[in-house]
């Protein structure tokens, strides 16, 4: 791709010449000719002299010494992320039906679609347009599945899901398990039944080995754009809203609410039931516990509480010592007393 | 099935007519004409005047205005399972092997069984009458399956595990892979060796992408009745008494005990050895550090405490900046007596 | 194995007959004639009487009344586990491609390799001398897999990857998954390139469903004869040294440095960036928060803090009440004093 068309898709300012061609990517450190690259502040880069890439995307008003070309834009990294989208597309895979894949006769397969060995599409399933069912991917009975999406290897999907369009599922992804919940009777657990489903918008990326357990009596629903990591847990008639971010290992409980445009970050649980308003964003390895409501602001701790009242309440921790030792201070200083 | 026949199942009083029928169990909010649905407690309904539900199940001393047809039990929750068990039962796969399936010439399959495509069984293992196998679950050698267990999709189960009658295994689950155990030398770890196997007893349900580890020289237990969630870790020689539930993304060392009847929240975490006596209850997050013995009652924390005391030490925590304001109010006093 | 043989092969010293033939390992409770344990110290042994085993491997100082045969080494456990890899080796399975398996054309197969059901190896990939694949492993394209490696069932290896010589990954591990990497535009998050590899190098051991996810940019590295469990999260460009051992559940974020000869126990995380010197200690559940690095020493908390130090800040919060009983104390000496 011409760098002058580059810089024109990117918005930005081309200082340099436009006409040589860009193949891929790199990072700053790793790049070589043919490369566009980014510099996203100043710590980023100890030497610029030593920079081989032939782009450097950097901000507007960074200031840099380089005979490298350079592309000007408000969000470097922003841009860095986008023009990667266009050099290093998904893989595409031919238009195959393996003869291995089991397809049910009855299941509905729209065009242009991948689907590798090993793969089951169960009765009354669809499959949209453009999507990619990598090698052992499972699809159970009367599942919708959008267009342009890829399910990974060894990707379960259990009957009933609605899977939206464009959405990409990493390997050992398994949505709509039965959720986990039990009525206690004298000898035994009786199982609450696990009979809703798992819808899941457009745009979602879910993590190899993460499981979303189909709803108990209503639905699981994750909402469009959400990205989630690896090895999440996400329990039964949970809400997840649109661009929420969760990372890895983060435990969510059943019926909890957590509206647009979240970030959670990794290792955190949630209780059942509690409710994250839009926009809150929670630090790692936090815990939020039964009946609570996390506003919008930073929040950490176990149990939560806003990041301020966190941080304060380690510095008193911290400071136990030094109450003990003033104690003992003023301990004296009234025995003193008494002997005047 | 008639409301009659449900009232008497569930050994309640029917209020209304018992010759309508019900055809499926659903929320309170969603119900529709034909269903039955329950309410726990007062706040679970804000208004009963729009129930559709074609039957209510309420407790006896429940007050309740409506021409909804009722039925009134001691424990309203554990009926409406009980009942949705009948009206819902396990999804009945037709009894087929199918032609992808690689089974050991020397496997014993029972009748009524279900085994989907590429599934695996391996020499010398059994496999009790009804019990499935859904697409890509694999058995290895010398296995034993008992009956009426359903193995969810690329479910793997290693060789000389033992599985009892009526278990499930969701998708993903590993049963039996090597414990973690190594014996520093100088230059590497050494494998300690992970020969025992994995017995799971009757009416075990475990979630989506748990790993349940074989025994170093002994075995890994799971008694029965014993409920375990997604993402669970269950580590080598752990032996787990019946009757007990262990929610998700908890993790289990090696050799813990954890007797009858216990309760374990999610992202618990158990140091090695340690015994959880029967009864106990763990709440979530904590963790249980070497060389500790978790008496019955409710505990919570790291390290985990009696959930009395974890309550009084986080409001003791809180306390600390009133105890330094105390601190400085008595310096004051006590620099005013000195100038006295 | 002839005992003689066996005591020359540990280097240890024999007392009894040599002439014997040892079969297996077993714990001291449950070992038999023909079996060989260890004693590891007096605690592991209540009652020396009872000991079937043919052969106790004791340290050299230990003092035991026996008619057993001993052999007496510095570290028994260890000597233990060296004679276990000896009469337990792993199960040979003969090399055989099963023919379900999807090996591409260009692929290359070295010798006396096993490939079980349901495997595919994707293009221009190639895999090592005496490697087995067992059932529904999968490996993509273009991946390097070296020497005498498992890969147990449904493992997952993405393109590009380079795994070296006997490496074992459990069932359900995920190599080379995409990294969690997001630039947040106004309306969505686009996908930050995770076009970087995965390099694993000899002996390293992965437990069952962790997953590895590729670098960024750069590549994600895990080095000779590290050992990893089950459920741990690896994020993209990680750099984890040799002989680091990682336990459960553990998290790792995005760029982290994890030095040579690290422990790291169960449920800890990484925040990203952070930096672990080589031989440093982590206890269960701790977290190290941004931009920490780690110097070699035990270690523990959230966040992390020299083990000594975690130790007394626990026991300062413990003594919180007192602290409050004392300043009690004191209001009422002073105001004893201003009353006088």
């Not at 918005?11 to 790199?26: F, P, Q, S, T």
């Not at 993460?210 to 629903?221: F, P, Q, S, W, Y």
């Not at 409501?293 to 309440?313: C, D, F, H, S, T």
Request: with cysteine; proline share 3%; aromatic share 4%.
């Amino acid at each position: 791709m011409k760098l002058k068309k580059i810089a024109e898709f990117l918005g930005g300012k081309l200082v340099g010449n436009g006409e040589i061609e860009i193949y891929r990517v790199a990072s700053v450190q790793d790049s070589e000719k043919g490369d566009i690259t980014f510099i996203e502040n100043r710590e980023s880069i100890p030497d610029s002299t030593n920079i081989n890439a032939s782009c450097i995307i950097v901000s507007n008003d960074f200031s840099i010494e380089t005979s490298n070309n350079l592309i000007r834009v408000n969000n470097p990294k922003l841009a860095f992320a986008k023009i990667a989208e266009v050099l290093h597309p998904p893989k595409i895979r031919e238009t195959i039906i393996h003869k291995s894949a089991v397809i049910a006769d009855n299941a509905r397969l729209e065009k242009d679609i991948f689907i590798g060995a090993f793969c089951c599409v169960g009765e009354k399933s669809e499959i949209g347009e453009g999507t990619q069912l990598r090698a052992g991917a499972k699809v159970g009975d009367n599942v919708k599945i959008g267009k342009n999406c890829v399910l990974h290897p060894n990707v379960f999907i259990e009957d009933n899901s609605e899977i939206g369009d464009s959405v990409i599922l990493h390997s050992g992804v398994v949505i709509g398990g039965d959720g986990y919940g039990y009525v206690r009777d004298t000898e035994r657990h009786v199982k609450f039944p696990q009979i809703g489903k798992v819808i899941i918008e457009n745009n979602v990326e879910i993590g190899a080995n993460t499981c979303v357990d189909r709803g108990a009596l209503g639905n699981t629903k994750i909402g469009e754009g959400t990205k989630i990591d690896n090895l999440v847990q996400i329990a039964h008639n949970v809400k997840i809203g649109k661009r929420v971010v969760i990372a890895s290992q983060t435990g969510i409980s059943g019926s909890v609410t957590i509206e647009d445009d979240c970030v959670i970050a990794g290792q955190v649980g949630f209780a059942d039931h509690t409710v994250i308003k839009k926009g809150a964003i929670i630090g790692a390895k936090s815990a939020v516990f039964p009946g609570k409501i996390v506003r919008e602001g930073m929040w950490a701790g176990i149990p939560v509480q806003p990041m301020n009242k966190y941080k304060r309440l380690n510095a008193h921790i911290n400071s136990i010592p030094r109450i003990k030792e003033d104690l003992k201070k003023l301990q004296k200083l009234i025995d003193e007393l008494e002997n005047k």
